[in-house]
């Protein structure tokens, strides 16, 4: 440091000076470097999404149209070719987007697997049943909706730092194509329903429910729009009309599915209804093509901004550096010059020219310490007359020379004595000129001082800084664990919440089975109850019957007391008769016998009428009995009727909450996996931002050193005490 020239320490000074302001420039380009790689990924994502958003659009018309032919209207056979051929060319066209950008999305294995999939629809859908090609097509809707997601997500859209851009995808990824999805679903129900003309309770459920979300997610969807309009108002224009297009058709055809649910049935024919949805999927189509180029113009005019940007920063930064350069080598030369002008004219006084006078370079303290000595060296050259003259002007030269060549080694507290003689105007401007030279190197010494102490405070404040990055480096990454943690329990609570949908699915299809065996149960205790009143009755007649029969059977009996009371006298005759009366009287005992066999059977037929009697009226009882608890069975069977159906209503009502919470949940799940990327992101950031503070940090101590330095090499020229300014 000490061999080192005046104009090399002032430049090295310069030079450390400019290095925190040459790493803030640094840190300030690599920031927008990030920036511009970023939204070119993003750009790339937007590219991606241009032939996957047409393909979303068409999948649910193909759906609509297939549910129609499966659902008995053929006509539609001719429209089903035709978009299943537009598919075909939308599904080139993101072949080529993923060969170009699948190493950068890693999109290549899930589009495979549409591709598959897309193929087996397509070979078997006019094979399958209505509900089965609905399933598929909606299955086929959740992977295209999943890469929508996955090329959002690996190109950064959905974490866009600007949030005019931020909530424009975020309303194009996350909500729009749901949206849309939704509508699609609807249309497809519909259109099968309307196609067959019948439509089923399972069907009047899930149609209300979609109605719903297509209303849930197209407010949020407005939300986001209204946001981005918000941050962005020349966005207002280009969007708002079709926003309003696209709210107002789709508002209209759920309102309109909604009333003919109420009423149990689709008042529309198949095709008015497949337009109607096939509007809604237009409009929303017209509001993702606009938004995706406003969103790829909003990207493009980042990125050319951003290099603006680093172009006018690193201009900037180079302009310091020459003004730097420039002010050194400008101070440096002004020195320099005057030095080395002083110095030849000691060196031409010394040889004895005394007519040699010093070139004035500027009028700073050097500029007036030559004209000084040039007016010292006129001054002495008009004294000198003589030998001895010069003799005793050299003496005091020498003696001059003497008093001051401790300056030379740096000590400035001493000064040179005035004198009467020629030399006294010579000490005078040399003790001038060490005031000067006191009060410059005062002024270095307390400069690099303060250069020091401010070196050190900055140090302290870089390290306070780093050491507080580094702290919130660790805190958000405990956050990020925490927000995992959260993203794993809120999935966890999606599968249960899938799981209840099943379940709640099952209940809700087991109360409507017990309501419909409850019901032939109450219609066969009806008919039951019919036919034991009807046996009541036949057992009543057959009861009045036996009685009638009893009477028969007692005139019987009369009949058979009369006949032997005949036939006693019959034989009483007979034997009064004497030999005519014997064949009368073998008559009379035949007759007699007759009439007691016919009151014996009257006997037993009375007795058994009358057992025959009894147990009709026990059976009548029984009957009766029988009769009053089908009675009650049939009213308890219609509460449990009531009860059931009471059941049902409520199962579908907690199928439909616990879908609701499915979703709910699986968006959650979404939002989660969102917020601890982001947070990732920021974790990334701040431990950046906490190394480059270290950067400067170290920068600044090394500038603290060189400072040191400095101070140590200005450090050799001792001061009087009392001029001030004490040495370092």
């Given at each position: 440091?000490?061999?080192?020239?005046?104009w090399?320490?002032?430049?090295l000074?310069?030079?450390l000076?400019?290095?925190?302001?040459?790493?803030?420039?640094?840190?300030f380009?690599?920031?927008?470097?990030e920036?511009?790689?970023s939204?070119?990924?993003?750009l790339?994502?937007?590219?991606?999404?241009?032939?996957?958003?047409?393909?979303?659009?068409?999948?649910?018309?193909?759906?609509?149209?297939?549910s129609?032919?499966?659902?008995?209207?053929?006509?539609?056979k001719a429209h089903?070719?035709?978009?299943?051929?537009?598919?075909?060319?939308?599904?080139?066209?993101i072949?080529i987007a993923?060969?170009?950008?699948?190493a950068?999305?890693?999109?290549?294995?899930?589009?495979?697997a549409?591709?598959?999939?897309?193929?087996?629809l397509?070979?078997?859908?006019?094979?399958?049943s209505?509900?089965?090609?609905?399933?598929?097509?909606?299955k086929?809707?959740?992977?295209?909706l999943d890469?929508?997601?996955?090329?959002g997500?690996?190109?950064?859209?959905?974490?866009?730092?600007e949030l005019?851009?931020?909530?424009?995808a975020?309303?194009?990824?996350s909500?729009?194509?749901?949206t849309?999805?939704y509508?699609?679903?609807?249309a497809?129900?519909?259109t099968?329903?309307?196609?067959r003309?019948?439509l089923t309770?399972e069907?009047i459920?899930?149609?209300n429910?979609?109605?719903r979300?297509?209303?849930?997610t197209?407010e949020?969807?407005?939300?986001?729009?209204?946001?981005?309009?918000?941050?962005n108002?020349?966005?207002?224009?280009?969007?708002?009309?079709?926003?309003?297009?696209?709210?107002?058709?789709s508002?209209?055809?759920?309102?309109s599915?909604t009333?003919?649910?109420?009423?149990?049935?689709?008042?529309q024919?198949?095709?008015?209804f497949?337009?109607?949805?096939n509007?809604?999927?237009?409009?929303?189509?017209k509001?993702?093509e606009?938004?995706?180029?406003?969103?790829?113009?909003?990207l493009?005019q980042r990125?050319?901004?951003?290099h603006?940007?680093?172009?006018?920063?690193?201009?900037?930064?180079?302009i310091?550096?020459?003004?730097?350069?420039?002010a050194v080598?400008?101070?440096?030369?002004?020195?320099?010059?005057?030095v080395?002008?002083?110095?030849?004219?000691?060196?031409?006084?010394?040889?004895?020219d005394?007519?040699?006078?010093?070139?004035?370079?500027?009028?700073?303290?050097l500029?007036t310490?030559?004209?000084?000595?040039n007016?010292?060296?006129?001054n002495?050259l008009?004294?000198i007359?003589?030998?001895?003259?010069?003799?005793?002007?050299?003496?005091?030269?020498r003696?001059l020379?003497?008093?001051?060549s401790?300056?030379?080694?740096?000590d400035?507290?001493?000064?040179?004595?005035v004198?009467a003689?020629v030399t006294?105007a010579?000490?005078?401007s040399?003790?001038?000129?060490?005031?000067?030279l006191?009060?410059?190197?005062g002024q270095?010494?307390?400069?690099?001082?303060s250069?020091?102490?401010?070196a050190?405070?900055?140090?302290v404040v870089?390290?306070?800084?780093?050491?507080?990055?580094?702290?919130?480096?660790r805190q958000?990454?405990?956050?990020?664990?925490?927000i995992?943690?959260m993203?794993?329990?809120?999935?966890?609570?999606?599968?249960?919440?899938t799981?209840?949908?099943?379940?709640?699915?099952?209940?809700?299809?087991?109360?409507?089975q017990?309501?419909?065996?409850?019901t032939?149960?109450?219609?066969?205790?009806?008919?039951?109850?019919t036919?034991v009143?009807?046996?009541?009755k036949?057992i009543?007649?057959l009861?009045?019957?036996s009685?009638?029969?009893?009477?028969?059977?007692?005139?019987?009996?009369?009949?058979?007391?009369?006949t032997?009371?005949?036939?006693?006298?019959?034989?009483?005759?007979?034997?009064?008769a004497g030999?005519?009366?014997?064949?009368?009287?073998?008559?009379a005992?035949e007759?007699?016998?007759l009439a007691?066999?016919?009151?014996?059977?009257?006997?037993?037929?009375?007795?058994?009428?009358q057992?025959?009697?009894?147990?009709?009226?026990e059976a009548?009882s029984?009957?009766?009995?029988?009769t009053?608890?089908v009675?009650?069975?049939?009213q308890m069977?219609?509460?449990?009727?009531q009860?059931?159906?009471?059941?049902e209503?409520?199962?579908?009502?907690?199928?439909?909450?616990v879908?609701?919470?499915?979703h709910?949940?699986?968006?959650?799940?979404?939002?989660?996996?969102?917020v601890?990327?982001?947070?990732?992101?920021?974790?990334?950031?701040?431990?950046?931002?906490?190394?480059?503070?270290?950067?400067?940090?170290?920068?600044?101590r090394?500038?603290?050193?060189l400072a040191?330095?400095?101070?140590?090499?200005?450090?050799r020229?001792?001061?009087?005490?009392?001029?001030?300014?004490?040495?370092a």
């Open positions: 440091m000490k061999s080192l020239k005046i090399q320490k002032l430049g000074v310069a030079l000076m400019g290095v925190p302001v040459v790493v803030l420039i640094y840190l380009v690599q920031s927008r470097n920036q511009i790689v939204t070119q990924y993003e790339v994502g937007v590219e991606y999404m241009a032939p996957l958003a047409k393909v979303i659009e068409q999948v649910p018309q193909h759906r609509t149209a297939a129609a032919i499966l659902n008995g209207d053929s006509s539609w089903l070719t035709g978009i299943q051929q537009q598919i075909d060319t939308e599904f080139q066209h072949e993923d060969s170009k950008h699948s950068r999305l890693g999109t290549s294995r899930s589009w495979a549409i591709k598959a999939r897309w193929r087996d397509k070979e078997k859908n006019l094979l399958l209505a509900r089965d090609s609905f399933d598929q097509h909606t086929l809707m959740a992977d295209l890469l929508l997601q996955m090329a997500d690996k190109s950064n859209l959905i974490t866009d730092p005019d851009t931020y909530y424009l975020a309303a194009l990824i909500h729009l194509s749901f849309s999805e509508a699609g679903q609807l497809g129900l519909g099968g329903a309307t196609a003309q019948k309770g069907e459920t899930q149609m429910y979609l109605a979300q297509v209303s849930v197209a949020q969807m407005t939300r986001h729009f209204q946001a981005a309009i918000r941050y108002g020349s966005l207002d224009q280009r969007l708002s009309p079709i926003l309003t297009s696209a709210t107002a058709a508002s209209r055809f759920t309102q599915v009333r003919d649910l109420q009423g149990g049935s689709l008042r024919d198949t095709k008015s497949l337009d109607q949805g509007a809604v999927l237009s409009e929303y189509a509001l993702w606009t938004s995706r180029n406003v969103l790829q113009e909003l493009q990125v050319a901004r951003l603006s940007e680093r172009i006018t920063q690193l201009s900037i930064a180079g310091i550096l020459l003004l730097a350069i420039g080598y400008w101070v440096s030369s002004g020195i320099t010059k005057q080395k002008a002083m110095t030849g004219l000691f060196s031409r006084i010394g040889v004895g005394y007519k040699a006078r010093c070139e004035v370079h500027g009028s700073d303290e500029g310490m030559a004209r000084s000595l007016s010292m060296l006129d002495t008009v004294l007359q003589s030998r001895e003259e010069r003799d005793q002007i050299q003496g005091s030269i003696k020379l003497e008093e001051v401790c300056v030379a080694e740096g400035l507290s001493k000064e040179a004595e004198t003689d006294g010579i000490a005078d040399f003790n001038f000129m060490i005031a000067e006191r009060q410059l190197i270095v010494q307390q400069t690099t001082r250069v020091t102490g401010s050190g405070q900055v140090s870089a390290d306070t800084l780093a050491q507080s990055s580094e702290e919130q480096s958000i990454l405990e956050a990020s664990t925490a995992e943690q993203t794993a329990q809120t999935q966890q609570v999606s599968r249960t919440a799981s209840a949908a099943t379940v709640a699915a099952q209940a809700l299809e087991s109360a409507q017990g309501s419909e065996t409850v032939k149960t109450i219609d066969g205790m009806n008919s039951i109850r036919h009143q009807e046996t009541a036949r009543k007649r009861g009045e019957s009685q009638e029969i009893g009477e028969i059977v007692q005139l019987i009996r009369d009949i058979a007391d009369r032997s009371i005949l036939a006693l006298n019959a034989s009483i005759q007979a034997a009064m030999e005519q009366g014997k064949g009368f009287a073998v008559v005992e007759v007699e016998r007691e066999r016919a009151a014996e059977s009257t006997k037993r037929i009375a007795s058994l009428i057992s025959v009697q009894t147990d009709t009226n009548i029984a009957m009766e009995e029988t009053r608890e009675v009650g069975g049939s069977a219609n509460e449990a009727g009860s059931l159906q009471q059941i209503q409520v199962s579908r009502q907690i199928a439909e909450l879908q609701s919470i499915h709910a949940s699986d968006r959650q799940a979404q939002d989660s996996v969102v601890s990327r982001n947070v990732t992101g920021i974790s990334e950031v701040t431990q950046q931002t906490a190394a480059g503070a270290r950067q400067a940090a170290a920068a600044i090394r500038l603290a050193s040191e330095e400095l101070n140590h090499s200005v450090s020229f001792r001061l009087p005490e009392d001029s001030g300014v004490i040495a």
